[in-house]
């Protein structure tokens, strides 16, 4: 359901963290997770977000771990999702969730977010996906948070699900199953502010709908936006 950090340095602390430097590719591949496995069969899990930006619905975070490296048939669609149109995205999922040694997805409601601020929701919601993983995992691999509350020895890096094939894994599941909520469950139970379509971005056109109707229950009040609307901001 973070703060960035620049890549330029490593370091580690009592829970093994470390940066690695930000390096440029055409695509993510395994090459991080292989470094961290250092010829061991240690099971490196990607962990990355999607809907922290969001004016309504949940944070929703995914853990994924990889059994080796994304075959080449696979490798285009295993990418930032949101580099991905919706029907790669939707092709990757399918293949992913089979083929994954495990994955896991938590998130926090809207309410959640506004009683605690999105980034402790953010690190909430990535501490439950990695809660539901089987096997839990020897490493995570974080695009650029630190989960001091998991005592896992992780790496935190900047666009992790634009480098490495585990955070992007994490990445699709995380926005393909956030959508699915968004279209399927949101949008019919609050009709009328295009849930379906924006899926609780800030267009013009749900910001029209906010206006008209007033927040719905998943609408995150301390988003400014929202209060603007409200008329409860500062």
Same mark, same amino acid.
């Given at each position: 359901m973070p703060f960035r950090?620049?890549?330029?340095?490593?370091? #580690?602390?009592?829970?093994?963290? /470390?940066?690695?430097?930000?390096?440029?590719?055409?695509?993510?591949?395994?090459? %991080?997770?292989?470094?961290i496995a250092n010829g061991s069969n240690l099971l490196?899990?990607?962990?990355?977000?999607?809907?922290?930006?969001?004016?309504a619905g949940p944070v929703v975070a995914a853990a994924a771990i990889l059994p080796g490296p994304v075959p080449t048939e696979y490798k285009?669609? !295993?990418?930032?999702?949101?580099?991905?149109?919706?029907? =790669? /995205?939707?092709?990757?999922? &399918? +293949?992913?969730?089979? +083929?994954?040694?495990?994955?896991?997805?938590?998130?926090?409601?809207?309410?959640? *977010?506004?009683?605690? $601020?999105?980034?402790?929701?953010?690190?909430?919601?990535?501490s439950r996906a990695i809660a539901e993983l089987e096997p839990p995992p020897?490493?995570?691999? %974080?695009?650029?948070?630190?989960? $001091?509350?998991? &005592?896992?020895?992780?790496?935190?890096? *900047?666009? &992790?699900?634009? /480098?490495? =094939? #585990?955070?992007? &894994?994490?990445? %699709? *599941?995380?926005? !393909?199953?956030?959508d699915k909520l968004m279209v399927s469950v949101f949008d019919v139970e609050y009709p009328g502010y295009g849930f379906a379509a924006h899926k609780g971005y800030g267009t013009a056109g749900h910001i029209s709908a906010l206006k008209k109707l007033g927040a719905s229950p998943i609408h995150r009040h301390s988003f400014k936006p929202v209060a603007v609307v409200l008329g409860t901001s500062d």
């Amino acid at each position: 359901m973070p703060f960035r950090f620049d890549g330029s340095q490593q370091y #580690s602390c009592e829970h093994g963290f /470390r940066l690695l430097p930000k390096t440029a590719r055409v695509l993510p591949d395994f090459s %991080i997770e292989t470094e961290i496995a250092n010829g061991s069969n240690l099971l490196v899990a990607g962990v990355d977000e999607v809907g922290r930006g969001t004016l309504a619905g949940p944070v929703v975070a995914a853990a994924a771990i990889l059994p080796g490296p994304v075959p080449t048939e696979y490798k285009e669609l !295993v990418n930032d999702s949101k580099l991905l149109s919706a029907a =790669q /995205r939707e092709k990757a999922f &399918a +293949w992913l969730i089979d +083929w994954c040694v495990g994955y896991g997805v938590g998130a926090c409601t809207s309410d959640e *977010i506004d009683s605690m $601020g999105i980034v402790p929701a953010t690190r909430q919601a990535m501490s439950r996906a990695i809660a539901e993983l089987e096997p839990p995992p020897d490493h995570l691999l %974080i695009d650029a948070v630190e989960l $001091g509350a998991v &005592a896992i020895p992780q790496t935190s890096m *900047i666009r &992790a699900d634009s /480098r490495s =094939q #585990s955070a992007a &894994a994490a990445s %699709i *599941i995380a926005k !393909v199953t956030r959508d699915k909520l968004m279209v399927s469950v949101f949008d019919v139970e609050y009709p009328g502010y295009g849930f379906a379509a924006h899926k609780g971005y800030g267009t013009a056109g749900h910001i029209s709908a906010l206006k008209k109707l007033g927040a719905s229950p998943i609408h995150r009040h301390s988003f400014k936006p929202v209060a603007v609307v409200l008329g409860t901001s500062d």
